[in-house]
């Protein structure tokens, strides 16, 4: 009988103990946890400045011919072809997508027309690519015109047509 008591009062001692290991071990999770994340942080920075960057093309131009003439207003029904200068500072292999949009008021624009050009433009070089396309719709209600986007899919960015008219296609019946 005499055990118990000792038993009874090294129990509080021993609950203690268990208690304060939970906690550091908690507390050294949580320290390790954090040099992870610290060291993924320090290692995207170092890749993200090692990385080769490949430079955007840039659009030079772009501009709406109807029978050779340029235009800003086309009637519908008729073939136009969207123009689009593109000029490259380093060599660009990779596809280009012109792609002609409509522009409509407080929704949502939406595709028309995508072509994709396949396209190795030589460094200091421009490329003027031409897009055919006959516009379905006249500007009117919540149609506003006709735009072109694009996508360098090589450098993964895109170019936007200046959301004025023009340069937009407006058209008529």
Known sequence: MQAEPFILWLQPLIVGCALRRSRASKGQILIILVLILIGLIVVLGILSLVMVRRPTPTVRE????????????????????AHVVVRVSEEY????VVKIRKDVALWVDSDYHISTVPTNIKGGDEKEIMVAFTPDEASGGSLRGYFVEIEFRATRTSWTMENSYPPRLKVTD
């Not at 292999?93 to 280009?96: A, D, K, P």
């Open 62 to 81: 772009t501009f709406w011919t109807v029978a050779d003439s340029r235009v800003s207003t086309a009637k519908r029904g008729q073939e136009v072809e």
């Open 93 to 96: 292999v990779g596809s280009i």
